[in-house]
């Protein structure tokens, strides 16, 4: 078997999972990035589906962007614009194509934070 990527992403600051929050996932090959999955958060914060399933796993550098700002002005929290939070990128490595990697989004509208999960 060989491995996948998830995420989990939870609004912190209203105490629930992230609905319907989009969720782009690039490849990073030198200075281009490559669009490999666009989804959206369903009622529970996760994807339907893995967002890089096995068949696509691989070693590489990666970047998750959430559209924070979207999601943000759909829930009342946006606040006057310019947002401080709109598009959260993190960018990470995937050096062990069988394991499995959970990048989960902690979101409030004035700060995030994140880590490799399991």
Known sequence: ?????????LDTARGLP????QI??????????V????MVTNVD?????PILPVSEFGTGQYELVFAAGDYLRATGQAGASPLFL????IRFGIN???????VPLLLSP?????YRGS
């Open 1 to 9: 078997m060989s491995g996948f990527l998830t995420t989990h992403v």
């Open 18 to 21: 992230a609905h319907g929050l």
């Open 24 to 33: 782009t996932l690039y490849r990073l090959e030198g200075p281009a990035r």
């Open 35 to 38: 669009e490999l999955a666009r």
């Open 45 to 49: 914060g996760r994807t339907d589906s």
């Open 86 to 89: 709109d598009e959260i990128p």
């Open 96 to 102: 062990d194509p069988q394991s499995h990697y959970h």
């Open 110 to 114: 004035y700060g995030f934070s994140t």
